[in-house]
């Protein structure tokens, strides 16, 4: 039975963006085929959380080999989102400065595909702070059900 989602994305207004791609690459260092976030839709620095997306498509470095015939997102590059996206978080929008560096990952499961076509919704809770450290739990979406979750810890080195 899967977990119930960190907070009710569809009451969200999914059409409004408040950091498209050109924002998100002015603060987060992955480019070129590793940008792996599109835009930021809805946050609430007061609760520690985000919402933000992926709109795969057919021209994905990873289409032709993962797996010929039949691609599949990678969850490694589901889990790159993931981490992109609460990285701009900590450093656009709760405002820690410095390189952010992927520290690890948790409690990662992976229930559904996502292929070329789909819009990847990732559901971010940043829930522990320290000074230098981060944890975050992340949901993906796709198609209304959920894709993966996981716990995402980023350091400021």
Same mark, same amino acid.
């Given at each position: 039975m899967p977990p119930a989602l960190l907070f009710d994305y569809k009451q969200l207004d999914l059409t409004k963006i408040e950091f498209d791609h050109t924002a998100i690459a002015e603060v987060n260092p992955q480019s070129y085929e590793m940008s792996q976030l599109d835009g930021i839709t809805w946050y609430d620095l007061d609760k520690m959380m985000c919402l933000g997306y992926k709109?795969?498509?057919d021209k994905e470095f990873w289409v032709r080999g993962h797996i010929p015939g039949r691609p599949i997102m990678p969850?490694?590059?589901m889990? @790159?989102?993931a981490a992109q996206l609460c990285s701009f978080f900590m450093r656009r929008i709760y405002g820690l400065t410095g390189f952010i560096g992927f520290a690890?990952?948790?409690e990662t499961k992976f229930r559904e595909?996502?292929?070329?076509g789909n819009r990847l919704y990732m559901l971010g809770h940043i829930h522990k702070v320290r000074s230098r450290q981060f944890s975050a739990k992340v949901q993906g979406i796709v198609n209304d059900k959920l894709a993966? @979750?996981?716990i995402i810890s980023g350091m400021n080195v």
């Amino acid at each position: 039975m899967p977990p119930a989602l960190l907070f009710d994305y569809k009451q969200l207004d999914l059409t409004k963006i408040e950091f498209d791609h050109t924002a998100i690459a002015e603060v987060n260092p992955q480019s070129y085929e590793m940008s792996q976030l599109d835009g930021i839709t809805w946050y609430d620095l007061d609760k520690m959380m985000c919402l933000g997306y992926k709109d795969v498509t057919d021209k994905e470095f990873w289409v032709r080999g993962h797996i010929p015939g039949r691609p599949i997102m990678p969850g490694v590059i589901m889990i @790159e989102a993931a981490a992109q996206l609460c990285s701009f978080f900590m450093r656009r929008i709760y405002g820690l400065t410095g390189f952010i560096g992927f520290a690890g990952i948790d409690e990662t499961k992976f229930r559904e595909t996502v292929v070329p076509g789909n819009r990847l919704y990732m559901l971010g809770h940043i829930h522990k702070v320290r000074s230098r450290q981060f944890s975050a739990k992340v949901q993906g979406i796709v198609n209304d059900k959920l894709a993966f @979750e996981t716990i995402i810890s980023g350091m400021n080195v």
